[in-house]
């Protein structure tokens, strides 16, 4: 990777991508893009609908880019809440970008999700290559994500590759729409108010993962030598499985006095478990050396810290 186009780049993971991406390869190789502009952009950035035909087209042919990591996409409630808007941006922005990729010879990463998983499923210690049936028009457009990167690798030999994403966790930018997001809104409330109602029940356990770790996963798998790569597009990968209890346990070590009570949102909690319990993800790890570096309590004490540096910074 030289030259790297990022749809989605003021979403969760663009947010935090861009960044790690321009101090990497150099501000001036990183073209920064999104549905709106915002205020003041920190490097190149140009507004992309990715719905929009030629558009990711256009603008990887002028900056000459050799990469297209596309992530614009409606997260899981959300996409639960307005399917049709969900296929149109989810599907019909990942077929452009994959076309734009094939015309102009360009290397492809997209995410998939542990979404792509439905309740047929086995729970734990999910398969990397396994049955997938999702109830979720997230998960729909997911698999069917997965399945056109790999038609778009063996038919036209484009270089397409992904992982299947747990809910990501970060202090940066919020997630906006996700089952996961709980998972960050409970370390604000921490800090906030000491306490937190949850939206997913007890026991309900999930894959989770530190954006750093994420982001650091792209960039290796983006790297890997092809000819270690056995799957190309859904490589699951997971740092933890754990319930709400699990981070209302971790936050008690760093403050004690926390407290966290549960009001369960019918819709999410559904989907929820819809999603497998713990995935494996021994294939990342033999194919390209994915590895994570936090568990739920080294990410709680950098999560709290970085929470109230930002919170500090912003009253000031
Ligand atoms: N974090 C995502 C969501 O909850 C899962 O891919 O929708």
Known sequence: MKKILVTGALG??????????????????????????PE?????????????????????????VDTIIHLAAL????????????WEINMGGLVNALEAAKQLDLKFFTPSSI???????????????????????????????ELLCDYYFSRFGVDTRGVRFPGLISYVTAPGGGTTDYA???YYEAIRKGTYTSYIAQGTHMDMMYM????????????????????????????????????AASICKQIPDFEMDY???????????????????????????????????SMTIDMLKKIREKLKKNSA
């Open 263 to 297: 009001q369960v949102d019918p819709v999410r909690q559904g989907i929820a478990e819809s999603w497998p319990d713990s995935i494996n993800a021994d294939a990342a790890k033999e194919e390209w050396g994915f590895e994570a570096a936090y568990d739920i309590d």
């Open 12 to 37: 969760q993971i663009g947010s935090e991508l861009t960044e790690q991406l321009r101090s990497t390869y150099g501000e001036d190789n990183i073209i920064a893009s999104d549905i709106r502009r």
């Open 75 to 86: 997260l899981s409630a959300k996409a639960e809440a307005f399917p049709k808007v969900a």
């Open 40 to 64: 003041n952009p920190s490097g190149i950035f140009e507004e992309i609908d990715v719905t929009k035909e030629k558009e990711i087209y256009e603008i990887s042919k002028k900056y000459k």
């Open 115 to 145: 979404g792509a998983f439905g309740p047929s499923t086995p729970k734990d210690n999910t398969p990397q290559d396994t049955l997938q049936r999702p109830t979720t028009m997230y998960g729909v457009n997911k698999v069917a994500g």
């Open 212 to 247: 750093p770790d994420a982001l650091n996963a792209i960039i290796q798998l983006m790297e890997a030598d092809p000819d270690r790569l056995k799957h190309r597009n859904a490589f699951n990968i997971t740092a933890m499985s754990a319930a709400p209890e699990h981070f």
């Open 184 to 186: 960050v809104e409970v």
